[in-house]
């Protein structure tokens, strides 16, 4: 008996000794791999990702979190949190295998209650989840299969229910939601993703670390600190000295006037992120509801030059609807409005267009906004509708008054404003999800209003044959062309600086910088 009792011990002496081995071993990996600093240009909004308010939250809340499906590097749809998925013939039952074994970064493991409760937490009246117009209003139950399988049943056919997961559906943990974070002021935040939250300081930093347990790509960097600097020279200096590795949110001009050195370099990020001024056709002036009025606004603009003064070429000119090759149904995209000021000038004539009464342009100071060259784009605006005789009154805003007053998520919009500068970002290639927002009537960011292209914009994800789909948007592109509902632009690269030493991909389309795939040498 004593001997047995000795051997238990000595068992169990041996098994602790073991699991501080293998903490100690897991340890010691995390700090043996390259740390990282990121500059980022923005604090987090808040630390819930069902109350996700802007683009920039996505710097930890994208690494952090993860959904059942999300995007791979280059833009293309990759399971996540479920293995796979099948579609019911009429479109609207979404079975999901999940995956089994994965946890939590605070231990819990993950399984079909976590999706259930996710749903319910993320369409709750209360949490207000700006995103969910993207998927969750859509979903009108999830049924827990087992444990590792939910059934999905949408309202309505929706083709672009797996793209629009990305960003857009963050799974949290029931058991710590309704626990240790339910409380906005104690919560951490815990998620499945790569990299693992650690601490936050106000308007200082960020920390992450990488999360040696992630199911699928565990980082080759270990410790990640993002480093809150406002200031974009600061930001390209910290690059430029080594005090940062990787710096986000460079503007076109200096990236082009500084290029590569030996010791950084500057690293560009394909985005679908789209500049445009809106024009309110709900405006104070009559003349905004005219489709010729709006044709001509485009016309006057000498858009290449622009492109070229402006973006310098970091970005895909739109001489046309706010669509490039990329997106779906618009390769090729609709023949250009071309630069044509004097037939400008003839369709105002014929529209019997108001030459005494002012338009008024709304746009952001560039400082603190996600807008390259907000003020210059607005003036250069300003100038050429100048130039075919129409009056401006031109005013810039700091960019927190801009973002409450004139680019409110809600209905109505203000009624003083005649052309208003916009930034909208697809998600990914699917258009559906940002022209229910940007164009159709009393959407969130919309200023135009037309019931026709409301049923259009409306039955394009509620094609299931992908050919009848794809002609379909490239007709509904043609029409969004006709109407003239925004001053069309341009949408822009999202610029980095990186050391020399780091070799990095942007995601596709990514607003935030996904930091799964980089090499620090």
């Known amino acids: 008996m004593k001997e047995g009792l000795i051997r238990m011990r000595s068992f169990a002496q041996a098994a602790a000794v073991l699991l501080a081995f293998v903490a100690s071993a897991a340890s010691s990996f995390a700090q043996t791999r390259p740390s990282l600093i990121v500059a980022v240009p923005s604090e987090l909004r808040g630390t819930d990702p069902h109350k996700i308010s802007a683009g920039s939250d996505d710097n930890v809340f994208g690494n952090v979190f993860e959904n059942l499906y999300g995007l791979d590097i280059d833009g293309s749809l990759m399971p996540q949190l479920a293995e796979s998925v099948k579609v019911s013939d009429d479109g609207l039952v979404y079975d999901f295998k999940l995956r089994e074994g994965v946890t939590f970064h605070n231990g819990d493991p993950f399984t079909a209650e976590d999706v259930l409760y996710s749903w319910k937490r993320g369409t709750d009246p209360q949490i207000l989840n700006p995103r969910a117009i993207l998927m969750l209003r859509n979903v009108a139950n999830i049924e827990i299969v087992d444990p590792f399988r939910v059934r999905m049943t949408l309202k309505a056919v929706d083709a672009g229910t797996l793209y629009n997961m990305a960003g857009g559906f963050y799974i949290v943990s029931r058991k710590y939601m309704e626990g240790e974070g339910k409380d906005d002021a104690t919560r951490k935040m815990i ?29 080759k960097v270990g410790d990640v600190t993002l480093r809150i600097v406002p200031d974009t020279q600061a930001r ?260 980095y600086a990186a050391r020399s030493n780091i070799e990095w991909t942007p995601q596709f389309a990514a607003f935030h910088a996904v930091l799964r795939n980089v090499v620090k040498k």
Not at 193 to 212: Q, W
């Open 236 to 495: 390209f200096a910290m690059v430029q000295t080594g005090e940062a590795d990787i710096a986000s949110f460079i503007p076109a001009f200096i990236a082009s006037k500084e290029g590569n050195a030996k010791d950084y370099k500057i690293i560009r990020g394909k985005s679908l992120v789209n500049v445009f001024m809106n024009i309110h056709v709900r405006s104070n002036n009559p003349d905004m509801k005219k489709p010729e009025v709006r044709r001509a606004f485009n016309m006057a603009l000498d858009r290449p030059n622009l492109f070229k003064a402006i973006a310098l070429g970091f970005g895909t000119l739109h001489d046309g609807a706010s669509c490039g090759p990329a997106v779906f149904g618009c390769d090729p995209p609709p023949a250009g409005y071309g630069y044509d000021p004097k037939a400008a000038r003839k369709l105002l004539e014929d529209a019997k267009f108001d030459f005494s009464r002012p338009v008024r342009i709304v746009a952001p100071a560039t400082a603190g906004g996600n807008i390259p060259q907000a003020r210059e784009t607005a003036e250069a605006v300003s100038y050429s509708l100048q130039q075919i005789g129409v009056k401006t009154d031109l005013v810039i805003k700091e960019y927190a008054a801009w973002l409450a007053e004139d680019q409110q998520a809600k209905q109505p919009k203000n009624p003083a404003g005649d052309i208003v500068m916009s930034v909208v970002q697809d998600n990914n290639i699917n258009p559906g999800a940002r022209l229910k927002r940007t164009l159709v009537t009393d959407g969130i960011f919309s200023w135009f209003s037309d019931p026709e292209l409301d049923n259009v914009i409306n039955r394009l994800d509620t094609i299931s044959s992908e050919q009848e789909r794809l002609e379909f948007a490239r007709q509904m592109w043609a029409r969004i062309h006709d109407l003239s509902p925004s001053i069309f632009l341009w949408s822009y690269d999202l610029i």
């Open 191 to 219: 998620g499945t993703g790569p990299f693992k939250f650690v601490e936050r300081k106000i308007n200082e930093y960020i920390k992450l670390t990488a999360n040696e347990k992630h199911w699928g790509q565990v980082p």
